[in-house]
């Protein structure tokens, strides 16, 4: 395994063409009120998790790019650009009709693809995700906004009637709530960024849009189409440290709905700034320790299988990560031997190998903290089952599988978000409820087994403490039209297709008394057109 590591990054020229950079991409360019505008400061290095091998052998990691930090002024100069733009309501965007709105998205949409190459190879040189899975995310988030465009014309064509209650006519719309900051992770910094950002855009919020911490580059290719496609000040992007901007932004108290994906101690953080947080709408993705359960009748190799796959999938990164696994003890030797058999046969390398699973770290520190981590459960009776487990070089850190994990270490309540896979043997199903009962997150639970009756009790132990139980599956975000939400510390708000629009917006009713003499005044204003809410247009 050691040999195998030291052989695992490559030297510059062993690099393939078609994934090479084209030198260090310098951005000093920022949107704000519809232009690019060049920012003069101070810039920050990005950084790969690929490290290149000198020919001495020392291992010397990427520089890719930089971009631009900008302070606390031009945070809030474009803000300021965003609040002109939503002007209290009364601004063109948010006072223009859905079929208006959902024509600019889709000319984005349409300038966006265009962009596939450059996007996907950044994401492979920023965060190390490998080249199926960094496509998969850009098709992904296209997919996403065309079935947001569907879902908002279906949504539309239900508000457009009238409805007669008790003597009293009425029509319910949806409207904008005003200035949206939108922040991502970096684990997805496209398409889950994406699914805030555009049900924000297309409901009539203007934004002020932070990318992720890393995978930042990758915004660039789409700065222009962001540009072309909104008018000035609807979407402004910015970039720089969070303590330098996003703080002023939340102090200013112009900020209305905040969607956040990251830490439930950075929201909260970032909330306690708003001086008015009675005002503010939250739609917040945020930490989670989702349990894999397996039970004493189960098809093992099922199990093994969705609990390999959903563990280490982009090295554990993900918040719908199976983060610890609880193996009845009449099955945990067989589990484990089946797993590690399964786990020996992921290829690590770089991300546009083919094949590769296993790929560097884009958290600078990470693999030292994930070897605490380690050491930590190993000092209280655990032990590495796989050979090579928890090995480092350079931003690698080689999947550790634990065994047997106990209440008393680290890693048993707290999220590693990354490849560590603690296992926990248990006798009675109590030990298990307990756990999620009494822990802080509650986003997922993957349930395996074949008993009806064991699983039945499992789904009601866990329906009223997590946000979805998946039934011999590995925990996932999608589809995404089915709801992605959490309870306790794992989210605020209900993200999916449907609801995301429903979260960027609020309900606005239209009444009247169910006489002559309204009838004649609504069906005038509707026929000749005079009002952009009050409509029975009907988009197809």
Not at 105 to 117: G, P, S, T
Not at 121 to 142: A, H, V
Not at 217 to 244: C, K, Q, T
Not at 517 to 529: E, F, M, N
Request: proline share 6%.
């Amino acid at each position: 395994m050691s040999t195998d590591l030291e052989r695992l990054f490559p030297n510059a020229s062993e690099i393939p063409d078609a994934y090479r950079l084209d030198g260090s991409l310098e951005q000093r360019e920022y949107l704000i009120n519809g232009e690019l505008v060049e920012w003069t400061g101070e810039l920050a290095p990005v950084r790969s998790p690929v490290c290149l091998r000198r020919d001495n052998g020392e291992l010397e990691q990427c520089l890719i790019g930089s971009t631009p930090l900008l302070n606390a002024e031009a945070a809030l100069g474009a803000l300021d650009s965003a609040v002109r733009a939503y002007d209290l309501g009364q601004g063109a965007w948010p006072t223009m009709t859905v079929s208006e709105r959902i024509r600019h998205v889709e000319i984005f949409l349409n300038k966006m693809k265009q962009q596939r190459e450059a996007v996907v190879r950044l994401l492979m040189w920023e965060i190390g995700k490998n080249l199926p899975d960094s496509e998969k995310e850009f098709d992904r988030t296209c997919d996403y906004i065309s079935d947001t465009i569907n879902a908002l014309k279906a949504l539309d064509r239900r508000s457009s009637r009238f409805e007669n209650e008790q003597g009293t006519l009425g029509q319910i719309r949806r409207v904008p709530l005003g200035v949206a900051l939108c922040m991502g992770p970096y684990n997805y910094p496209l398409n889950e960024t994406f699914t805030t950002l555009i049900p924000a855009l297309i409901m009539g919020n203007t934004v002020v849009f932070k990318p992720a911490k890393f995978g930042v580059l990758l915004i660039r290719p789409l700065l222009e189409a962001f540009r072309d496609s909104f008018p000035p000040g609807v979407i402004n992007i910015i970039y720089g440290r969070g303590r330098d901007t996003v703080s002023a932004l939340m102090e200013s108290g112009k900020i209305d709905v905040f969607a956040f994906i990251g830490t439930n101690k950075g929201a909260s953080d970032l909330k306690k700034l708003h001086p008015r947080p009675h005002r503010l709408r939250a739609a917040l993705g945020l930490d989670a320790k989702n349990p894999g359960i397996v039970l004493p009748e189960v098809d093992l190799d099922n199990a093994v299988e969705e609990c390999v796959t959903g563990a280490l999938s982009f090295n554990g990164q993900r918040c719908t990560a199976l983060k610890i696994l609880f193996v009845h003890r009449s099955q945990v030797d067989d589990f484990l031997a089946r797993f590690n058999d399964k786990l020996a046969t992921l290829k690590a390398g770089m991300p546009w190998e083919p094949g590769v699973k296993l790929t560097p770290l884009p958290e600078p520190g990470k693999a030292d903290f994930l070897t605490t981590m380690v050491e930590d459960a190993c000092s209280k009776g655990a032990r590495v089952v796989n050979e090579g487990g928890g090995s480092t070089v350079g931003t690698f850190f080689y999947p550790a599988l634990l065994y047997p994990v106990s209440s008393q270490m680290r890693i048993y309540n707290e999220e590693q978000f990354g490849p560590i896979i603690p296992v926990v043997p248990y006798d009675d199903l109590d030990e298990v409820i307990d756990y999620i009962r009494t822990s802080d997150f509650g986003q997922q639970a993957s349930l395996f087994g074949s008993d009806p009756k064991q699983m039945a009790r499992m789904i009601d132990a866990c329906a009223n403490q997590v946000g979805r139980i998946n039934l011999n599956a590995q925990c996932q975000r999608g589809p995404d039209t089915f709801p992605f939400t959490g309870r306790k510390n794992s989210a605020e708000g209900t993200l999916s297709v449907h609801d995301a629009l429903r979260v960027f917006s609020i309900r606005t009713l239209v009444a009247t008394k169910d006489n002559a003499a309204s009838k004649a005044l609504v069906g005038s204003i509707i026929r000749d057109r005079e009002s952009s809410f009050l409509s029975t247009d009907y988009i197809f």
